[in-house]
């Protein structure tokens, strides 16, 4: 793929975060369940069927026996990506539940951990796998709408200036991780494992903002949105195969 059409939707991945406090302003909560209703289609139709094949590409491949776990190295992936987001949520619901203050730095990894998140989701723009433009254009589409979802879940926390700073600092790594996939090469298995961590990360901050305790989520605009990106990730894949 070649590289200014990558350069253009990194662009459109950090301008996510840049412009995403006017979204925030003029839009309705559902336009959040919406995103996560196409974040989660793209996961479980997309990317997932894709790091299944990757697996049976792994399994049998000649890195089998150097390394650990091969039959489940690429889900183990996304478990780390589901628990690692999953502990940065467990420490800020507790300390928005009790009187307790996380530790001072909290703020500075969570945001730390996200830019890392960021950077990956930027790196796979370059080095995954695509079939043509339209197979970029859905992954940028739907990973702008995760994006969306990410931004609104920093921004409602009190732990730090997101909405002064910090949202800067993830644009910013959004364009870190584009340079570095142009820049460098890893080899195919470790690219199937980035996406497997971003997988698990995308279901977690998805839950996140949608589980109805946490953040209000609206459930029909999610299903809506989930079932309508299915359905054109599937007539995409079909034409594909014709």
Known sequence: ???????????????????????????????????AGVSISTVFIDLLPEISE?????????HRGTALFPEQAIY????????????????????NSTEGKPRSDFPSLRITAFAGYSSLIAYLL??????????????SLAMAFHLLVV????????????????????????????????LT????????????????GVIMNTL???????RQGNFWPFVLATAAYSLVLIVVFRLRGM
């Open 208 to 214: 996140v903002v949608e589980l109805p305790e946490g």
């Open 151 to 182: 931004d609104h879940s920093l921004a409602r926390e009190p732990h730090g200036p997101y909405e002064n700073r910090r949202r800067w600092i993830l644009a910013l790594a959004i364009m870190v991780g584009w340079s570095a996939g142009v």
């Open 126 to 139: 370059v080095h995954n796998v695509w079939n043509g433009g339209t197979s970029l254009l859905l992954y």
């Open 1 to 35: 793929m070649p590289y200014q059409y990558t350069f253009v939707a990194a662009l459109l991945l950090a301008s996510v975060y840049i412009f995403g406090h006017r979204l925030r302003a003029r839009s309705h909560r559902r336009w959040i369940s919406i995103a």
């Open 76 to 95: 183990v992936a996304a478990m780390l990506g589901f628990v690692l987001f999953y502990k940065l949520e467990y420490v800020v619901a507790a300390s």
């Open 54 to 62: 990757s697996q049976a590409i792994f399994e049998s491949g000649p």
């Open 185 to 200: 090469s890893i080899p195919e298995q470790w690219l199937a494992r980035i996406t497997g961590f971003v997988c698990g």
